[in-house]
C-alpha cells in the first residue's frame, strides 16, 4: 500500500472510529466506487463524507469532490472531513461544506421546509 493510501485509510478510520465513540455505531468506510464514488464514510444515510489527509488544503476541489459523491448517492448532506496538521484525534478536525449545503442544515436544524433549489440558487 503507498503512504498516501495508507494516510487516506488512517484518516477514514479516525473518523469512523470518532463517529462511533458518539453514537453513530453503524459508520464504517466505504469501498471505493470510481467514477460512481458516494463518499469515503457509509452507515450515515443521506450524508456523504469525504475525508482528506494532505499536507496541502485544496477545500474549493474537496467541496465539489463531495458535491459530486452527494448527487452519485442521492444524498442531501455532503461535507469534507479533513485533518489537522498537529491533532490526530478526528473530533479536533475541520468539517468543511458548501454554503447552500450550510443553509440546508441550519433550515433542518431549526424544523424549517427544506428549501426549493433553481439552478443551484435558492428560489
Do not use: Y
Amino acid at each position: 500500500m503507498s503512504a498516501s493510501k495508507r494516510k487516506g485509510t488512517s484518516a477514514e478510520t479516525a473518523v469512523v472510529n470518532f463517529l462511533r465513540r458518539i453514537g453513530f455505531q453503524h459508520a464504517e468506510r466505504r469501498a471505493l466506487n470510481g467514477n460512481a464514488d458516494r463518499g469515503d464514510i457509509a452507515g450515515l444515510p443521506g450524508i456523504v463524507i469525504e475525508v482528506k489527509n494532505c499536507a496541502r488544503q485544496e477545500l474549493a476541489a474537496w467541496v465539489a469532490e463531495a458535491e459530486a459523491e452527494r448527487e452519485n448517492d442521492g444524498a442531501s448532506l455532503g461535507v469534507v472531513w479533513h485533518k489537522r496538521r498537529g491533532k490526530g484525534d478526528a473530533s479536533e478536525w475541520f468539517v468543511t461544506m458548501s454554503g447552500l449545503q450550510f443553509g440546508h442544515l441550519l433550515r433542518e436544524h431549526m424544523e424549517m421546509p427544506p428549501l426549493e433549489i433553481e439552478g443551484g440558487e435558492a428560489a
